[in-house]
């Protein structure tokens, strides 16, 4: 009962959302837990010991290659005792499964002691080579598991990274992984944002596992989890299984199409579209008539073509790599320009492309080595969408009224582009209707899951 209570209580935590820019890092307060001093000193100066996580971080030179963080947050962790913490673990994992209506089936359990090792692990920037860097500052839970402010996130010594980083929200069900599907495995997937020289930097997996075992905390919780401790499988599999548990289904749009009153089970796809009996009754639930609206205009168009729908479940997707015209569109904005301008009046004509290596992106064929895959990315599941801003794979389209206005208008343009993407012609009331059925397939627990994220009192959890 008191792990219930505690798991529902509100954190005690100050919030901090933490958005990367331009090399340095930004620190937000969303929320300043009561009675909690919120700090002015902190940035030079005397370190404020007053407040515990948050706001510490003297992050002064933090481009510079000798940078180590004074982040309060990673002096030696107290757990929580533990009888809490399963309490809320427990709970979390009892709440993830709760939400899985309109999902496919989860194939692998969820056992809470691992979600939150993994959990703790996500949250840690100590798996950064300088400790800046946590998995969870580029998925940020209170900004849809993305980053909400950022098109393409910053990551070691302020190195950009080209991509914008997809929601984790129900990353269980997801055959490939990357944008351009270079992965399919959530437990080896980890190894690339570790090492990667733009993201977490480490030198080697053995630098990784070196460090963690040097941190007391992690060691018991390893070996009473695994019989081999801990290892650079294990590894994988304890963030893999935080990543799994971030279930977020039971939309509106599914009570209406897969609930209990919907008929979807028995009649297949169709559910409540072809019955106007359950109208106004429990299956409608929060699911509007607008919405329904844009759900029939969503078919009528073809977006489920690729954003598909199954009989039992749908992730509004196809895993498949499609091009709408957006690598296109990037390129045109960033054409090369003919002549660049060096001083007043002093103009060059560039002999190089100045377009640099980081910024070209060519999807998938950089996976498959095929031509014709060129600008072709994963399709993008649309469940949560309203809370992933922003959208397409290099986060260049800021909210969803502009990309339903990017499909409207016949997508990117590229010669190549797939045929389904053509002008659709649609008024201005059918397009409000289409976001509002986008609108309705975000999940009633995604505050939970960000609370839940930020509850269990471990790692270095902002
Ligand atoms: C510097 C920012 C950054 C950090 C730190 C980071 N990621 Fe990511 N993540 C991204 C970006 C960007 C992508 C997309 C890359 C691509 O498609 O090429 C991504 C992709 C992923 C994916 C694939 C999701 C999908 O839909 O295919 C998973 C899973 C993931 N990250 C988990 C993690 C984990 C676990 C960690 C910590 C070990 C981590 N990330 C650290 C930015 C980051
Ligand atoms: C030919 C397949 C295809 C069709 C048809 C299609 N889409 Fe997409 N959609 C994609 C792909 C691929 C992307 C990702 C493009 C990228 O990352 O550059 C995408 C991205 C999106 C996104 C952004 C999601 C995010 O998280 O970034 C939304 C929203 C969306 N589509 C809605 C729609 C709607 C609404 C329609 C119908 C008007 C539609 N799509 C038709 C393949 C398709």
Redesign the pocket.
């Known amino acids: 009962m008191l792990a219930l209570l505690l798991a529902k209580s509100t954190p005690t935590v100050s919030r901090v959302f933490c958005a990367l820019g331009f090399g340095l890092l930004v620190l937000v307060v969303s929320e300043v837990a009561a009675g909690q001093t919120a700090s002015s000193g902190g940035i030079g100066g005397e370190r404020d010991t007053r407040h515990r996580v948050g706001l510490g971080d003297n992050r002064e030179n933090y481009e510079s290659a000798s940078f180590v963080t004074h982040s309060e947050a990673i002096v030696p962790l107290v757990l929580p005792n533990t009888e809490s913490e399963d309490g809320v673990n427990q709970v979390a994992v009892f709440e993830a499964l709760e939400y899985r209506l309109g999902l496919p089936a989860l194939t692998d359990d969820l056992r809470p002691e691992e979600v939150s090792l993994g959990r703790a692990l996500f949250f840690d920037r100590r798996l950064s080579a300088n400790a800046t860097l946590s998995c969870g500052m580029c998925h940020i839970p209170e900004q849809g598991f993305t980053q909400n402010e950022l098109a393409t996130p910053v990551g070691h010594e302020g190195r950009s990274v080209r991509r914008?980083a997809p929601?984790l929200y129900n990353v269980a069900f997801r055959e490939n992984l990357f944008?351009d599907g270079r992965e399919s495995s959530l437990e080896d997937q980890v190894w690339s944002p570790l090492l990667a020289i733009n993201e977490m930097a480490n030198g080697s997996r053995a630098e990784v596992i070196a460090r963690i075992r040097a941190m007391p905390e992690y060691g018991r919780r390893f070996t009473s989890l695994y019989e081999e401790g801990l290892t650079e499988r294990t590894l994988g599999l304890a963030l893999a299984s935080y990543q799994r548990s971030l279930i977020a289904g039971k939309s509106s749009f599914d009570l209406w199409f897969f609930g209990p009153a919907s008929g979807s089970g028995t009649t297949g796809l169709g559910g409540n579209r072809h019955s106007s009996e359950h109208e106004g009754g429990l299956a409608r639930a929060d699911f509007s008539l607008e919405a329904e609206k844009g759900f029939a205009i969503?078919l009528q168009?073809?977006?489920a073509?690729?954003?598909t729908l199954e009989s039992h479940s749908a992730m509004f997707t196809d895993g498949k790599?499609?091009?709408?015209g957006?690598?296109f569109r990037r390129v045109l904005k960033n054409q090369q320009p003919r002549r660049v301008q060096l001083a007043p009046g002093v103009y060059v004509e560039p002999s190089v492309l100045l377009e640099t290596e980081v910024l070209s992106d060519q999807g998938r064929s950089e996976v498959t080595g095929d031509e014709s895959d060129r600008w072709?990315?994963?399709?993008?599941?649309?469940r949560n969408?309203s809370a992933?801003a922003p959208?397409?794979?290099?986060g260049s389209?800021p909210t969803?009224e502009a990309?339903?206005a990017f499909?409207n208008q016949g997508g990117g343009g590229d010669p190549e582009q797939?045929a389904?993407?053509r002008p659709?012609g649609l008024t201005a009331g059918e397009q409000a209707s289409?976001i509002a059925f986008?609108e309705s397939l975000r999940a009633p627990n995604i505050d939970f899951l960000a609370q839940q994220a930020r509850d269990g009192g471990i790692g270095d959890n902002h």
């Open positions: 914008n929601s944008l969503f168009v073809g977006c073509a690729c954003h790599f499609h091009n709408t957006v690598g072709r990315y994963r399709t993008p599941t649309l969408v992933t959208y397409m794979h290099d389209i969803l990309v339903i499909y797939d389904r993407i659709l289409l986008l």
